[in-house]
């Protein structure tokens, strides 16, 4: 038991001092992401949008379980609500008007490559970018056009036809149904044919002539 003097001194600082924390504490996470051409950086497997003049800078993010903080040096350029994985939080105001032109000469170039694989693969990426900021899209028609180049296009070609008639348009999942999908049955390998022998000849000249008589009858 605590005794008058030691009683007086914890009301004291029980005035004083905050209440005990119910909650963990969280230790937030560093890291130095680059903000892509598509002013994009990523975080923890999630993707979030930065002003014009950051592209081609590497930051500094914290992030916590609700927030995510960018840094240059010291200044704080940029505050987005934390994102699961594979998530995205852009922020329209982040994209200049008088840049449009040049981001969408970009996403013409990248939806024509798509078209020149495939009719379907064209179209996947074409919906792909059919959004009212389509620059913010490019991270998923390159990595369309990679699975073009790891798969094949006629197989990324069947499998994105499949996508659009299901109204599917997640390249994360169109990797695993290619992945997951059967691999093209191999080409058996041609039958090995022998050549004939230079020198073969016919048995004929191989058999030794039967002994003849005086006469010159065969015995």
Known sequence: MLDAPQRVEAERLGQVLRPAPTTPYEVPLWTDPKVARDQHAQVAKALY????????????????RALVRFYDGPALVKTHPRQPPGGRSTDPADFPAEKTAYALRDVAFLEREATR?????????????????????????????GLVKRYGA????????????????DVTRLKRMLALAAPPPATPPPARVIPLARYLRPASEYTLPRPRDDDGGAR
């Open 154 to 169: 006629p197989r990324v070609e069947e499998v994105c036809q499949l996508a659009l008639t299901a109204d599917l348009l």
């Open 49 to 64: 949008s930065l002003p014009t003049p950051l592209v081609g800078k590497t930051l500094r993010a914290r992030a916590d």
């Open 117 to 145: 694989h495939g009719a379907a693969i064209g179209a996947f990426a074409h919906a792909l970018l059919a959004v009212p900021l389509p620059w913010t899209r490019m991270r998923r028609v390159y990595a369309l056009l």
